[in-house]
């Protein structure tokens, strides 16, 4: 299928990026470090954006926006263009860590949806360019389950003790339980907080996790290691190209949607390279090759009707539309989820303190 092929190529132009990668001639190259998500990217829009801009791209990953925020934090990471999510977003601005952008610069801008503009973490348009939306749900092999899932219940199920996987990054993983409990994903009620860590915590007392994953659910749930998993819709659809007995659903109890924007770090050293990336990505022509590989939903407007479309010219077949709106899930899906919001400090050093008492 086609992931397999692009897989493949990817791997080549992986290669060829460690043997090649420099500017030609004698003056002083120019440069753009990006981090972002695993999985995250068409690689060969990183070779198209060098050959036509003569820039030369690193890109890094990290693998959660807690992780990502450490990185910065201690100066371990030296980026000019993150790709953060929402409420991380709304963090990295409170904290003064982001630069303003210089929207001249980045003209595709006016082909995001107004949806996705003025948006709570960014409400006056000043820091960012979003990248993707999409929703966090429940994966399942439909072969070791009972009946359909439906319910957050089953994250946190003895039933299904050793075979389920939960997400290791400490905003998800508490939002299924508060979700679970009834509870607003945006809850700084310490009580009700403290609530969804015990269910937590004692599903993973009682052997319900097989493991807590992130990049590493690919593996499991394609290879049929585990029964179940929370994680995102757009990686749920590369998983499904691999194994099609896996099935995806936003639970009755509603979910988190997000937005992932680029953004500008405030000390970044290539602040023009690094809008002439953002730029370019955001175009509609690379969006479309980017939810043809990844399969996340654009912000793009052009890009996110027209990709019906675009599979067909591509692949000389239609879209199946049930797969596309998992990728870009309608209103109705939307209207059940929320979008994160940044916690106040004092939630934040709480999530922290649980996470660690937690022990992963």
């Known amino acids: 299928m086609k992931k397999t092929l692009a897989l493949a190529l990817a ?4 290669a060829t990026m460690l043997l090649t990668g420099c500017g030609s001639g004698g003056s002083e190259e120019r440069v753009v470090n990006v981090c972002s998500w695993g999985e995250y990217i068409d690689e060969d829009l990183i070779y198209q954006f ?29 980026y000019d263009v993150i790709v953060p999510s929402d ?27 107004d949806q996705y503009k003025g948006l709570s973490y960014d409400p006056d348009n000043k820091y960012t360019v979003p990248y993707t939306w999409g929703t966090l749900g429940i994966i399942y092999n439909t072969t070791m389950v009972d009946e359909p899932i439906t319910s957050w219940d089953a994250m946190f199920d003895e039933k299904y003790a050793g075979q389920v996987l939960m997400i290791r990054n400490s905003r998800d993983a508490l939002a299924a339980a508060l979700l679970d409990l009834g509870y607003d994903i945006n809850t700084t009620d310490e009580a009700q907080i403290r609530e969804a860590y015990q269910l937590l915590s004692g599903a993973k007392s009682a052997g319900v996790y097989q493991a807590f994953v992130m990049d590493e659910v690919f593996q499991k749930m394609e290879g049929g290691n585990a029964a179940i998993a929370m994680y995102y819709a757009g990686d749920y659809l590369t998983m499904l190209e691999n194994n099609p007995d896996l099935a995806y659903v936003v639970p009755q109890e509603g979910s988190n949607w997000f937005v992932d924007a680029m ?98």
Not at 87 to 108: C, F, V
Not at 287 to 297: E, G, P, S
Not at 351 to 356: F, S
């Open 50 to 78: 060098e050959e036509e801009t003569g820039i030369k791209v690193n890109y890094q990953i990290a693998e959660s926006n807690e992780a990502l925020y450490s990185l910065l934090k201690t100066g371990a990471g030296d």
């Open 263 to 360: 953004c500008v770090l405030k000390d970044a050293q290539h602040k023009e390279e690094a809008e002439e990336w953002i730029n370019f990505i955001a175009g509609t022509d690379a969006n479309l090759a980017n939810m043809d590989y990844i399969w996340y939903a654009s912000p793009n407007t052009e890009a996110l009707s027209g990709y019906p479309d675009y599979y067909q010219e591509t692949y000389g077949e239609a879209l199946d539309m049930g797969l596309y709106e998992i990728m870009a899930a309608p209103q109705e899906v939307l209207d059940r989820c929320t979008l994160y919001e940044n916690l106040p400090a004092e939630t934040l050093t709480l999530y922290n303190d649980l996470w660690t008492e937690l022990g992963i």
């Open 11 to 14: 791997m080549m132009m992986a």
């Open 87 to 113: 409420y991380m977003i709304g963090r990295l601005i409170a904290e003064d860590m982001l630069a303003e952008l210089d929207y001249s610069n980045i003209p595709n801008f006016g082909l995001i949806d």
